[in-house]
């Protein structure tokens, strides 16, 4: 109950197509939903995050798209760059403070 | 404007042996997290440390782990007499509170190694 399912494991998008990677979770007690992007030999760098009394969030190419009833949420990258290939997860919070995180993405955008 | 600082970045350490992780939380935050990362996983939740206090230890081993964070210096998560299983790479997060307009924020990490 307290996993968080991404997929896929890994992604291969072209420069300016859309990178969506998926996320689901159990535990209705999650209450902030955040993103991190991790470059290798980085650690993981908060993207964007929301809660669930919101359906979608936009900053900038990215946006969440989060379904309560379906108890799922997504990461779309719009005209992904080769800058954007690293390692994405998704990740659930419940309590203030214990963060699950799911397994990862790796994406890579073909220039 | 430092973030959050770990050290040292690599530790290399022989089964048996004590590692000792360190980890400087930004400024202004008294909330540090553990986390621990295996190679192609995502981050799992070791123990939750405020100032001089364990808040949460629930993801960490009973045995051979411990943490601290005391009123100063950094904080400190101490792996005895490690073993092969050990080798991960060990993130510390630090807030300036547990609501979401208050997120963790992550420091490069340790990677240890046991030979």
């Known amino acids: 109950q307290q996993q968080v399912k991404q997929s896929p494991q890994s992604l291969i998008v072209q420069k300016g197509g859309i990178s969506i990677i998926n996320c689901a979770y159990e535990?209705?007690?999650?209450?902030?939903f955040p993103w991190y992007q991790q470059f290798p030999g980085k650690g993981p760098a908060l993207l964007i995050a929301?809660?669930?009394?919101?359906s979608e969030k936009k900053e900038g190419r990215f946006t969440i798209s989060f379904n309560k009833s379906a108890k799922q949420f997504s990461l779309h990258i719009m005209d992904s760059q080769p800058g954007d290939s690293a390692t994405y997860f998704c990740?659930?919070?419940?309590?203030?403070?214990?963060?699950?995180f799911g397994a990862g993405t790796r994406l890579f955008v073909k220039a | 404007n430092a973030g959050v600082m770990q050290n040292p970045r690599h530790l290399v350490r022989r089964r048996g042996q004590e590692a000792r992780l360190r980890c400087s939380p930004m400024k202004g935050h008294s909330h540090v997290y553990w986390y621990r990362q295996l190679p192609e996983e995502g981050l799992k939740f070791m123990v939750y440390?405020?100032?001089?206090?364990?808040?949460?230890e629930s993801g960490m081993p009973k045995e051979r782990f411990s943490a601290e964070f005391p009123k100063e210096g950094p904080s400190i998560l101490r792996i005895q007499q490690v073993v092969r299983g050990d080798s991960a790479a060990y993130f510390c997060?630090?807030?300036?509170?547990?609501?979401?307009?208050?997120?963790?924020?992550f420091g490069d990490g340790t990677r240890l190694s046991i030979l």
């Open positions: 929301i809660r669930p009394d919101v």
């Open positions: 990740a659930a919070r419940t309590g203030g403070f214990k963060t699950i």
């Open positions: 997060a630090s807030s300036s509170g547990q609501h979401s307009n208050q997120p963790q924020h």
């Open positions: 440390l405020q100032k001089e206090n364990i808040i949460d």
């Open positions: 535990n209705t007690a999650f209450d902030y």
